[in-house]
Each structure stands twice: as structure tokens, then as C-alpha cells.
């Protein structure tokens, strides 16, 4: 346990940044998840479930929560899913 009181602090900001940061990622998978089936299965409100996915990745990669490009490629592989279970 740290002893010094800026780092007391710098601990307490890290640990509410990482709960914040893990429910971001979790929600995260969710909604990518949410929209790869319904994309799968056809169903009529994949459009909207891979545009709040979409949403989701670009304001995680914005935010930092997940690196620039690890949610611009996610964002990429949704959307060639979702282009081929379209044909």
C-alpha cells in the first residue's frame, strides 16, 4: 500500500478508470455479439443493432477505453459480416 498521498490518489483514479473502462469493454462485446447473430440469422433489426455496435466501437476507440485501430478493425470485420450475410 502506498504510503505517499499523490499516489493514494493516482490509485484511487486508477481503479475507477479500470471499473469504467471494464463495463465499457463488456458492453462492448455485447453489443458486437448482438449484432454478428442477428446478422447471422437474418432478423430485421440487424441494421440497427450493427449501427449502435458500429457507434459503440468508434466512441471506445475515441475514448481510449480500446486502441484506435483495434476498434477501427473491429468495425471492419463487423461490416464485411454483415455485407455477406446480406447477399
Do not use: F, P, Y
Request: aromatic letters at 0%; a positive charge; charged letters at 40%.
Amino acid at each position: 500500500m502506498a504510503n505517499i498521498k499523490s499516489q493514494i490518489k493516482r490509485n484511487r483514479q486508477n481503479e475507477k478508470r479500470r471499473d469504467r473502462n471494464k463495463a465499457a469493454r463488456t458492453e462492448l462485446k455485447t453489443r458486437v455479439r448482438q449484432a454478428t447473430e442477428a446478422t447471422t440469422a437474418g432478423a430485421d433489426d440487424a441494421v440497427d443493432k450493427v449501427r449502435l455496435a458500429q457507434k459503440r466501437l468508434g466512441r471506445a476507440g475515441s475514448k481510449g477505453t480500446v486502441h484506435k485501430r483495434q476498434a477501427a478493425r473491429r468495425t471492419s470485420r463487423l461490416m464485411k459480416n454483415a455485407a455477406k450475410s446480406s447477399e
